[in-house]
């Protein structure tokens, strides 16, 4: 396989971008230019979060990506799928329905991600070394993260720039079509500098594939402690799920109406230095579980996760004038979001994960996450649209509390010891 691989550098960054940019299209992006468009909030925060569902039930599908080809060719076949996707949305906008058609074709957007994420996936772990993977895990997540400056700054702020002076609907035009060319080009570009990964099952068949989608699914579900774990994962996020799922509009909705009526353009540049913050969090997060041990600092990390949505609820109280301070208060919350978020992550890896089939049963808990983010961001349009904006960030309090009682009271079935010995058995 050596003579296959290339210079990380020249490919796992436009990877995970890639990976990034349609997911932070689909869960960010598409709210403001709905928003912009007058839909209402309750049909943007139903729709747009039921859509992420693919990203919730891609394990499901992923032992079948073994069968045909090699994750190259998913990574570019969806690529390049996902950029005609969004060439249709561009297309759709100055149609009468325009939000039925767009938001059903960012539902094969969502679908396309979630299938290209595990392909994606796939030719990191089978192409790089595990010393080359720890290697190369930071940039991940960086550019990553990346997608979402560019879907939630960059290109929300191309379409505020171009709205008065090309209207509104020809303005997102010209940034979904922005989104088709760069999937498009990546594609491209990965054509020639992806590596190609060896199709290590490609003898299997697809009743192989089911059986072991079946035994993958059998032993999760019989774990021990699963059942406080998966309701655990789903509280932890139950909060942030409601939060979420209505800020967005919240921010960019008109002063009148309960929102802070900050422009496209502002939005951008919020949301582009939170972005910076939550990485910084997250890293401080992972030193800080290192450093004392998951268990010890569990309760603590769900505190810092979910008490830093008091920011939106003094926001929708007292509509501050002032853009630094909504800068200020969106910073501190997406640093202490990614403080805490790692916290949630590690007890997947560490507390759900071990056993047969690892990498598969995180993807379930991964699954198990994001439902717990899309189920109440799903609703939580129409809840803000019954209680106002400020009795919505209130309840987003009270939601917080079953997290943090969860997180003091969750059982943990691995000491740190016992990881260590499954650690050393695996690398014998």
């Not at 960054?13 to 709210?31: C, D, E, H, I």
């Not at 297309?91 to 957007?109: C, E, H, K, M, R």
């Not at 969502?110 to 070394?129: E, K, P, R």
């Not at 774990?229 to 789903?234: G, R, T």
Request: with cysteine.
């Amino acid at each position: 396989m050596k003579q296959l691989i290339r210079n990380p550098l020249m490919w796992v960054p436009t990877l995970y971008f890639g990976m990034g940019l349609p997911f932070w299209a689909v869960n960010g992006t598409s709210k403001i230019m709905y928003k912009n468009m007058g839909i209402s909030d309750a049909d943007i925060a139903f729709w747009t979060s039921l859509i992420l569902l693919p990203w919730t039930l891609k394990p499901l599908w992923s032992p079948f990506l073994e069968i045909y080809k090699t994750k190259k060719f998913f990574v570019i076949t969806t690529q390049l799928f996902t950029g005609f996707c969004f060439a249709l949305i561009a297309l759709s906008l100055p149609l009468d329905n325009f939000f039925t058609y767009s938001i059903a074709i960012l539902g094969f957007v969502a679908f396309s991600g979630a299938t290209h994420d595990i392909a994606a996936d796939g030719v990191y772990i089978n192409v790089l070394s595990p010393e080359q993977q720890s290697k190369w895990i930071g940039w991940q997540g960086a550019f990553f993260t990346l997608g979402k400056v560019a879907s939630l700054s960059v290109f929300v702020y191309i379409a505020g720039a171009l709205k008065d002076t090309l209207g509104l609907k020809q303005a997102w035009m010209i940034v979904m079509g922005a989104y088709a060319l760069v999937m498009i080009s990546l594609s491209l570009y990965h054509m020639k500098f992806l590596p190609t990964d060896k199709n290590i099952s490609k003898n299997k068949t697809a009743k192989d594939a089911l059986n072991k989608t079946i035994d993958i699914l059998i032993t999760f579900i019989t774990k021990k402690n699963i059942l406080w774990s998966v309701a655990f994962i789903i509280l932890y996020r139950l909060a942030e799920g409601l939060a979420m799922g209505v800020s967005p509009m919240f921010i960019v909705a008109q002063k009148a109406v309960g929102g802070l009526g900050l422009s496209n353009q502002d939005y951008a540049l919020v949301m582009g230095l939170g972005a910076g913050t939550f990485i910084i969090g997250s890293i401080l997060g992972g030193n800080y579980i290192a450093k004392s041990g998951l268990k010890k600092v569990l309760f603590t990390l769900a505190l810092i996760f979910n008490i830093p949505f008091v920011v939106y609820t003094i926001f929708a109280f007292y509509q501050p004038e002032n853009l630094y301070y909504i800068i200020g208060g969106v910073a501190v919350e997406y640093f202490t979001y990614g403080f805490g978020y790692v916290g949630l992550m590690i007890f997947m890896m560490q507390q759900v994960a071990p056993g047969k089939y690892k990498m598969a049963h995180l993807a379930f808990a991964s699954g198990i996450m994001n439902l717990g983010f899309m189920i109440p961001s799903m609703f939580s349009g129409d809840i803000s649209d019954l209680v106002g904006y400020k009795m919505f960030f209130v309840l987003v309090m009270i939601a917080a509390i079953p997290a943090i009682l969860a997180a003091k009271f969750v059982p943990f079935t691995y000491t740190e010891e016992q990881l260590k010995q499954m650690e050393a058995e695996e690398n014998k």
